[in-house]
């Protein structure tokens, strides 16, 4: 790349402040990368979650009816 007066121009600054923030830029850009990973997992998990608990309701209400059935409940319930 050309600049003003036809000197070459670097992608890459001479300027230490410059060059550090462009690494800060490169990190937090993978970081926000990794964030997103982590919030697609955890959107799994916690679908999965809704999903046992679901089962486990499934579960308690088959409970319910076989102890009424066979009359297992207590009065207070």
């Keep these: 790349m050309t600049g003003e007066g036809g000197a ?15 690494r800060m830029d490169i990190k937090l850009d993978r ?9 697609v ?5 916690e679908e999965n979650l809704a999903g046992v608990h ?8 088959r409970v319910q009816r076989i102890e009424r059935r066979f009359e297992l409940t207590d009065a207070t319930h």
Excluded: C, F, Q
Aim: hydrophobic share 40%.
């Design 41 to 45: 997992r955890l959107t799994a998990v």
């Design 8 to 22: 070459i121009v670097s992608d890459t600054p001479d300027n230490p402040v410059l060059a550090m923030l462009r």
């Design 54 to 61: 679901r089962r486990i309701d499934r579960l308690d209400e």
């Design 31 to 39: 970081g926000l990368e990794e964030i997103d990973g982590v919030k």
